[in-house]
């Protein structure tokens, strides 16, 4: 059975709760009673895009990314490394393509492992004489971390800062396989500073997670999850800073980060963001997690990325129980609201292509670039968007039968 196939059969099942089981918002969330079978709406059948090297529509909005690094340079430089047949702007390239493995390029700013696109962000005129070597392309790139639920402040997703004068994280030293050159065991080691400091940041998330739930009255078992998934980060950003320092980090301490309060809380605000946040983000980051557990070849990195695999699929099939739950009382309003966002996401993607050999990594358990937007695309497509719509279809359901009682 394929991965994402397993992925939406788990969640899935946690869903699968009678169709309108109850008609008011006193009403506790039901455990799952009944076989996927008989719970109304059935996971769509698997498909032949079960296929890492299938070409693929990539999504614009990708909140698992979490770090970004620029780079500025002239533009002969630029058109050098330009990607095939892209648009200019101003004699500079839309997009510059860098070989995975880059470690440097252009004045001593350094690129992650599993960076490959960089998008320009800035020109300058082609009539402007560059005094001095300026440059005039810049671009700006993301890692492609796992992700799960992000820390959205405003905007922006934010991480702490790895700051040494901070205590260290690493819980205890792991033997792993190194990598013979200096290059890859240092892409490793920020790679997983990478991942590290996202899980530090979720812990923040799924605290706000709680206050903003209770916000909205929800029940006792969806905060206990909450504060259970927020523990599994603690544990998750340890097993990052201690993979990071296996492979060689000088520091793995997290400094400050900034305090992020509730926000203004409806059913609708909690809807919304816990969708993006936590239905999208974790569905992504379990397949993506389960994915490099399967490339990797190292015991010790593929256990760490089992257990986070399991954890981030718990911490999805969460956020579709609070997404489930809001939606029960739903007079539509949020279904129509999260079909939006949903399409926002997923909608305005680019064409990617099959992988072209550049997944040096994946044996010590990371995935390509591309081969993680493959991942985050059929998650997005294969998973959660029949999920939602699933989820819609059950709140629709279950407003009709109470519409029609004699006692509603
Ligand atoms: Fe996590
Ligand atoms: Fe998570």
Redesign the pocket.
Known sequence: MHDVHRLRRALWTALSLPIAAGCTSTDPVPKPQVEPSKAGPTPPPDDAKDNVEAVERVPDSRPWACEVAHWCEARAEAIALGSPNVALTNGCPATVELPEGTTSIGAGTTVGATSVTATLVHTLPPDVVIEGGKPDCCYSWTYECRG??PLVIGEELVVARIDAAFESWSESAVGVRLPAGRDQRDQLARAWLCDALF?HA?IAS?ARSTLELMAVGAPASLLAETHR?AL??VR?AALCFDLAAAYGAPATAPGPLPCAGPRASSRSSVARTTFVE?CV??TV??LVAKRAASACTDPVVTAVLET?AD??A???ALAWKVVQWLLRDDDGTIAAELKTVWEAVVVGGNEITDGDGRVALAEYGRLGARATRVAAQQAHVQIVGPMLDALIQQSSRARESCAGSVWA
């Open positions: 799960g639920r899980e979720s799924f998934a599994d980060e998750h936590g983000g974790e980051a379990a986070i954890d981030e718990r911490h999805a």
